[in-house]
């Protein structure tokens, strides 16, 4: 059950926390057959690899393991600073906070290696908005020419781009210039980035005011933005939220809420296959009503939506202005970034009603909702 209070918890009183994830995508190429198969037999690819192996992955990054869901394709971890999501051959880590991402890249190509001995790394995405108090990271996350002076010395043919306001909310990209791609797919994935929340929608993510995390996301309506999702969320002491959700096959999205008034900051992420994002981007805006916001789209080559840029091109959002969008074609994907701004009050963006959601809410009977907290 829901508490009366509902006020947006400040930094003097719960400290300040770098909400903006350092987010890293690694494709990679395997070989036939796993040196060592381990584990469930029914699991292919990278999903071999056994959780234990994961978490001393991930204390390398200063954050470990607390749940676990996943389908027949995928498997999602959600992390004390974020999510991970591996599937046959993607790895996905996201995390928050001042975690040491970098720590986790050569150690993982090595555990990959060590049951595909002739894998190789096929393409690489980290990406990252402008963090608040850059100071405050580990090494090299300091700024933008650290960070690609790091993974230059491990990717000889990568490559940064920055996108938007060098003044503003800017947005850093590292990929590889790769000429080559063998394993080319249908992939395209959405992310949209909030700050400036609104202070009412920021007070319900507090251990205060919801009992359970399930009663939160039922709440807000977080699992109508997706329907038929497996979720697996969780409300953070004393403020914060998590969710990850797998909704068919290797298709996910994930939400992540720093909800402290002067530092807000909401995370959405989906890799769900759309000709068009206009309608969920409008849901995910009516939801949170951030102040402002970045929003970008990759798609490869064969993705459904065809062009990033004709996906993105068409969401005019009620209450916000589009400051500006940017157009990046690379070998084998292509890349939208857009930034936009409120312009009305956010009393004037409707009551928090969800908008339809998108999908058709149906479940497969084969998903799995394996919760299980670490003592």
Not at 133 to 157: C, G, M, R, V, W
Request: glycine share 6%.
């Amino acid at each position: 059950m829901a508490s009366s209070r509902t006020r947006c918890l400040s930094v003097d009183e719960v400290g300040f926390f770098e909400g903006a994830e350092k987010l890293l995508e690694v494709w990679f190429l395997l070989s036939p057959e796993p040196r060592q198969p381990l584990g469930d037999s029914s699991k292919m690819g990278l999903r071999i690899i056994p959780r234990l192996e994961l978490e001393d992955l991930l204390s390398l990054v200063h954050c470990k393991i607390l749940s676990h869901c996943c389908s027949e394709s995928m498997d999602a971890y959600l992390l004390s600073e974020s999510s991970l999501y591996v599937s046959a051959n993607r790895f996905i880590l996201k995390t928050c906070g001042t975690t040491s991402l970098f720590h986790a890249i050569e150690p993982l190509i090595s555990l990959v290696k060590s049951y595909y001995p002739q894998a190789k790394v096929v393409d690489l995405f980290y990406s990252h908005l402008s963090f608040l108090k850059p100071h405050l990271q580990p090494h090299p996350h300091h700024s933008p020419n650290e960070e690609t002076a790091y993974l230059d010395q491990i990717f000889p043919n990568g490559a940064a781009y920055i996108l938007g306001k060098l003044n503003g909310d800017s947005w850093y990209l590292y990929t590889l210039d790769n000429l080559e791609h063998p394993h080319q797919v249908p992939d395209q994935t959405l992310e949209i980035l909030m700050l400036d929340l609104d202070p009412h929608i920021l007070s319900q993510f507090s251990s205060s005011v919801y009992s359970s995390a399930r009663e939160l996301t039922t709440a807000m309506g977080l699992q109508d933005l997706i329907p038929g999702a497996i979720l697996d969320d969780k409300i953070f002491e004393p403020c914060g939220y998590s969710l990850n959700a797998i909704v068919k096959g290797d298709t996910y999205f994930t939400v992540h809420v720093t909800p402290q008034q002067e530092c807000s900051f909401v995370s959405f992420e989906t890799n769900l296959e759309q000709a068009s994002y206009d309608h969920l981007i409008a849901m995910v805006m009516q939801l949170f009503r951030p102040g402002r916001c970045t929003l970008s789209l990759f798609a490869s080559k064969m993705a459904k939506c065809g062009s990033s840029y004709e996906a993105l091109q068409g969401p005019n959002i009620t209450g916000y202005r589009c400051n500006d969008r940017q157009y990046c074609k690379f070998h084998f994907y292509d890349l939208t970034f857009a930034h936009y701004s409120r312009t009305t009050p956010t009393s004037s963006l409707g009551n928090g009603t969800m908008p339809t959601s998108v999908g058709n809410g149906a479940m497969p009977n084969s998903y799995q909702n394996e919760t299980t907290p670490i003592p």
